[in-house]
């Protein structure tokens, strides 16, 4: 995927109309444990070994990277706006947040999000808080917009390949009954919705030079119909004696 890239320390909005936002626990845990399929588990790479988060006034927005697969999870914010900010998490830190916000059992409760000096704080109604502290200003995460709204190829093409494993990720998204796939071409990712909360991308790979083209096996094809047997000649009937003459 193309590796362009947005600042990963917090940005907050200096338009937003209250510093602190309201969402419920079970889906703050929904939108962190969908990003996080799509993460990187390699630490040295701490600009897509992360979360990023980011916030407007009504919907929280959880996303993450591999480089060969995307994915976007979104959130609305309780009743209220809240705060305007993008800020990337480590993805032990992010998941922490996501294993307090299952603990948190009963489905009324919700935590408060807010940015203060840099640092990303959760207060749950159960009683539980933490704060954390953004990845530094210099590690920066790939401008996944643009990822998931891509120009369309110019090369003409009948088949494109992905890996079936990058590909089960998305089975794994939460209410993914289904999944949409827009095709852009065979160098170009293709866009994977499950529902109006997730929107993701997967990059295609190369199939070998032994498989130029599509071609269905020949296994599939009817088999020919049989050739009718001869139907067997019909015995004469045998022979009665002439009837003596009266």
Not at 19 to 44: K, M, N, Q
Not at 94 to 102: E, S, T, Y
Not at 166 to 193: D, E, N, Q, Y
Request: glycine fraction near 6%; include cysteine; charge should be positive.
């Amino acid at each position: 995927m193309d590796t362009t890239t947005t600042k990963g320390s917090a940005v907050p909005s200096t338009n937003s109309k209250s510093p602190v936002g309201t969402i419920t626990a079970a889906e703050l845990s929904r939108v962190i444990d969908d990003a996080a399929l799509f993460a990187s588990r390699d630490t040295s790479l701490p600009m897509i070994n992360a979360i990023r988060l980011e916030s407007t006034a009504k919907q929280l927005i959880a996303v993450a990277t591999d480089r060969f697969t995307l994915g976007a999870s979104m959130a609305s914010y309780n009743d209220g706006d809240g705060p305007e900010f993008e800020a990337t998490l480590k993805l032990g830190q992010a998941q922490l947040v996501a294993r307090i916000a299952k603990s948190c059992r009963e489905a009324f409760n919700s935590v408060a999000i807010k940015l203060t000096s840099g640092k990303l704080s959760f207060a749950f109604t159960s009683g539980e808080a933490l704060t954390l502290p953004m990845l530094h200003s210099e590690v920066d995460f790939p401008d996944w917009r643009k990822l998931v709204t891509p120009t369309a190829d110019d090369t003409p093409t009948k088949v494109i390949g992905y890996d079936p494993a990058l590909l089960a990720r998305f089975s794994r998204v939460h209410g993914a009954s289904r999944i949409a796939i827009k095709f852009s071409g065979p160098t170009k990712p293709a866009m994977v919705s499950a529902g109006t909360q997730f929107i993701g991308a997967i990059m295609p790979v190369r199939l070998g030079s032994d498989d130029p083209e599509w071609q269905s096996p020949e296994w599939i094809a009817p088999a020919p119909p049989k050739a009718k047997a001869a139907a067997p000649a019909k015995k004469a009937a045998p022979k009665t004696a002439a009837k003596k003459a009266s």
